[in-house]
């Protein structure tokens, strides 16, 4: 059985990871699973995390991760596919303004966290 986590701590690094990624948006680090200190520790239950907790569902479904996800392909396909600079900006600028939402959606679940 794994130790009870701290679920402050895995905020915390996750709100890093999604730093890290609105820093440099074309780095290793990319919004997968492989990459979230919380599903790391969560998945694949979800059972405990705080993303789960607060959409009441298993996985982030219905958290500001949604548009992470959409925004981040679109720009990966854009990259590929684009023949000019500006198309491919307005893509990194949404998947940076998609990343911001959801750092601040575990900033707000750390707050709360904070409360308790």
């Known amino acids: 059985m794994k130790p009870k986590p701290n679920v402050k701590n895995l905020l915390r690094a996750a709100i890093r990871h999604y730093d890290r990624m609105i820093e440099?948006?074309?780095?290793?680090?990319?919004?997968?699973?492989k990459h979230c200190p919380l599903c790391k520790r969560f998945r694949p239950s979800c059972s405990g995390c705080p993303v789960s907790e607060a959409n009441g569902f298993t996985g982030c479904s219905y958290t500001p991760y949604e548009d992470v996800s959409g925004a981040f392909y679109e720009y990966c396909s854009a990259k590929l596919m684009a023949d000019t600079k500006a198309f491919v900006a307005s893509y990194r600028r949404s998947y940076i303004?998609?990343?911001?939402?959801?750092?601040?959606?575990?900033?707000?679940?750390?707050?709360?966290k904070g409360k308790r």
Do not use: I
């Open 97 to 112: 303004a998609a990343l911001k939402k959801e750092r601040k959606f575990l900033q707000r679940l750390l707050l709360e």
């Open 24 to 33: 440099n948006p074309d780095g290793k680090e990319e919004p997968f699973m």
